[in-house]
């Protein structure tokens, strides 16, 4: 909204957003790549309180991102680079020149080195602040479902005190989005959750406050995987910290009956990887529960009787299993070796008999199970 109502800069942006060019955090982190260049920027003063460089896997030395390669997190941030280099070449970079130019200044360049920094600064430091439907849009006029904000909004420092800052909240609300008529059915006194950046709150001092305790951020219950992606520090003995066992798509290729055995995924709806947290660890592979984890497979989603003939029994340990079904159907599929040959043949038998549709994923699970048991898929996640 700041930005918006900048004298200068204001009135492109505007015709930005409301077109849909970009979105309020884009608008914010362009508004950020602009402070190394920009002459006069007023937010100069508390920008230069920031730092300059961070500890996420973005800013690893080559040396140190080698370090992550057998996590999530190693291909995680390869994507997210290459995300960010694209969107900086294809879109942020020409609109940061435009947003110069208005500023008369027709010389300088924005390296992606500042894109980069002012990503980081957005996402270490934004906050889902509650704001009054007044202090969002301090003047609104309806005129063809549109929004026009005035430039009057000089009494921000007690809205924002009023707030909690919170950015492990989920239940934002409406935020600040598309003009045209994206809040256009928010009421007077309604509150609105917008992301946004607070100067100055990272200096704010608990004596102030009459608090003897250091002020913090609820960051929500994540695991350190992902507080190191997205705010550069870990946990020690973090209780929501997860492993994701993941075997990768591209390592299919080079086992044998790839092709096949891809086909097999696809008709079985397996899935390559699993989300574990970290309690449900403690007893290794099985729960001392019958009850499965939040999430998985309940056994009525189970085939039934868990056998292509009908005359075995499904075992009893896989309702123990931390592993959820279509994960394990996965690795089952993977361990295949001349079994393989089974479940081709009893799967052909089927469609023999079947004029009309294709087995169901029950039924080809059915036939890999029968053909190989569990014995190679536990095996293969031991390994």
């Known amino acids: 909204m700041r930005i918006l109502q900048d004298a200068l800069l204001g009135p492109e942006c505007r015709s930005w957003f409301e077109e849909g060019e970009v979105d309020d955090t884009l608008l914010i982190i362009l508004f950020l790549t602009l402070e190394g260049p920009r002459k006069k ?60 130019t208005l500023d008369g200044d027709l010389e300088s360049a924005v ?32 005129e063809d479902n549109n929004f026009s904000i ?10 924002f005190a009023s707030g909690e800052l919170d950015s492990g909240k989920d239940e934002k609300g409406s935020r600040f ?34 608090i003897e305790r250091e002020i913090s951020i609820n960051y929500g219950n994540k695991g350190n995987e992902e507080l190191l992606y997205l705010y550069e520090f870990v946990i020690d003995d973090n209780l929501d910290d997860y492993l994701m066992v993941h075997y990768p798509m591209e390592a299919i290729q080079s086992v044998p009956f790839s092709q096949l055995k891809s086909q097999l995924f696809e ?20 729960l001392e529960s019958t009850t499965r984890s939040e999430g998985n497979d309940s056994c ?9 003939s009908g005359r075995h029994k499904m075992p009893s340990y896989l309702n123990k299993l ?21 479940v081709s043949s009893k799967l052909e038998e089927l469609a023999g008999s079947m004029k009309e549709r294709q087995p169901f994923d029950t039924e080809v699970c059915s036939a890999v199970w029968e053909a190989c048991g ?8 031991v390994d």
Not at 123 to 140: D, G, K
Not at 185 to 208: C, K, M, R, Y
Not at 374 to 381: E, F, H, I, T, V
Request: hydrophobic share 40%; charged share 20%; aromatic share 12%.
């Open 322 to 342: 931390v592993f959820p079904e279509n994960f394990l159907t996965a690795w089952r599929t993977i361990a295949l070796k001349e079994e393989l040959f089974q």
């Open 267 to 286: 008709a079985q709806k397996a899935e390559l990887k699993c989300l574990l947290p970290r309690s449900l660890l403690d007893q290794g592979y099985s």
């Open 374 to 381: 569990d014995s190679g898929a536990l095996q293969m996640l």
């Open 300 to 308: 009525e989603n189970r085939v039934c009787n868990y056998s292509w």
């Open 177 to 210: 989005q598309d003009v045209n008529g994206g809040i256009s059915a928010s009421t007077p006194g309604e509150t609105i959750w917008v992301e946004g950046l607070v100067p100055g709150i990272d200096s704010a001092e608990p004596s102030h406050f009459g």
């Open 150 to 159: 005035s430039k009057d909004s000089e009494h921000s420092i007690e809205h």
């Open 111 to 142: 390296p992606f080195e500042d894109f980069l920094w002012a990503n980081s600064i957005f996402w270490t430091r934004a906050l889902n602040i509650p704001l009054p439907h007044s202090y969002v849009f301090p003047q609104t006029q309806v």
């Open 41 to 100: 920027f007023s937010w100069k003063s508390y920008l230069d309180m920031l730092p300059r460089t961070f500890g996420n896997p973005l800013w690893f030395t080559d040396e140190d991102f080698l370090e992550l390669k057998g996590t999530t997190l190693y291909r995680a941030t390869e994507l997210q680079k290459k995300s960010l280099q694209s969107l900086y070449d294809n879109k942020v970079e020409g609109l940061v020149k435009k947003l110069l």
